[in-house]
């Protein structure tokens, strides 16, 4: 079921200074915490794991191209995004020093051309790499508390692509009810219907080449308040880091993060809310942000992802 993701957003929108945020701890859970999903997820440990792109990317967003058949892993745990395309290159890679101690393999995710096709725009545009979950397993009832974690490496800012700005983001996909006015002849009802929504974090970078910042820098972000505006939380080195956001059944969501790749703890919380002023009915899947400036000649910044992992409490 590749719907999820026809509806993604931009990730561009407002920045607030994080918070002093107080969340009941009884109504969190840490995420992975409860029983890992093997359906899901993937380690990148198969020596033969492969990529494959089907031609051209989609681009729905842009100008309502699809351009079937889109690209898949050959385990069929991803795919590519029909709305925005998949990111130019999705490729297995010895894991990078200091990972999960027995890791041997992670996924390097970097893009060139974000936009449509062969058209050059010139403007921030991104690729989504999406994971396979709903359509293995169905989507998860917050109910069931369901969680996702996965480590993420940074290189070192010299190898970042030199621009201000988001370069990346990981993301869930959580689905709500909400209710909507219709008019129908002279008189309007509201009608319920499925909203889908896309809570998360974003890497930000800050080029000490654009004469803003006195040296380079990157920031965590996250998506979002209960208006959706990102929400500054922390600075972010090279090396590994952690992350993961969790989905209580009061539908709010939690996100946690640290430096390093050992589990996340109640002591990693970073912020919780009611993104968009939404409560989460459901958790379809996690997927990944790739983005560059779309213009034919540069290459997004290399991130590396290792163990994407989907957890539910039941």
């Known amino acids: 079921m590749k719907s999820p993701t026809l509806s993604l957003i931009r990730a561009t929108c407002f920045v607030i200074a994080l918070p002093i945020f107080f969340v009941d701890a009884q109504a969190q859970v840490v995420p992975g915490t409860g029983m890992k999903l093997q359906q899901v997820g993937d380690d990148f440990e198969d020596e033969k794991w492969q990529w494959v ?11 309502e191209q699809i351009r079937t058949p889109t690209g898949y892993s050959n385990n069929n745990r991803w795919f590519e995004s029909p709305k925005r395309g998949m990111p130019d290159h999705i490729v297995r890679v010895a894991t990078p020093v200091g990972g999960i101690p027995g890791s041997k393999g992670a996924l390097k995710i970097q893009t060139l051309n974000s936009g449509i096709p062969g058209r050059n725009s010139s403007q921030m545009e991104q690729d989504d790499l999406v994971m396979a979950c709903s359509s293995r397993i169905g989507a998860i009832s917050v109910s069931r508390n369901p969680s996702c974690t996965c480590r993420i490496y940074l290189p070192e800012f010299d190898k970042w692509e030199n ?7 990981y993301r869930i996909d959580t689905k709500t009810t909400v209710s909507e006015s219709k008019k129908a002849f002279l008189f309007s009802k509201n009608v319920k219907k499925q909203e889908e929504y896309w809570p998360g974090y974003f890497i930000e970078f800050h080029s000490s080449h654009d004469g803003k910042f006195k040296e380079d820098e990157a920031m965590l972000l996250i998506r979002g308040d209960n208006l959706g505006h990102e929400v500054k939380s922390m600075k972010l080195s090279p090396g590994w880091w952690t992350l993961g956001m969790s989905v209580s059944g009061d539908g709010r969501v939690h996100f946690y993060g640290k430096q390093g790749v050992s589990d996340l703890t109640a002591a990693d919380h970073l912020y919780s809310s009611f993104p968009y002023g939404y409560k989460a009915e459901y958790f379809a899947t996690h997927f990944f942000n790739s983005c560059n400036q779309n213009d034919g000649a540069t290459w997004s ?9 989907v957890f539910s409490m039941r």
């Open 53 to 63: 792109p089907n031609g051209n990317k989609s681009s729905k967003e842009q100008d």
């Open 163 to 169: 621009r201000s700005g988001t370069h990346f983001g």
């Open 301 to 309: 910044t290399p991130i590396i992802i290792d163990d994407p992992t």
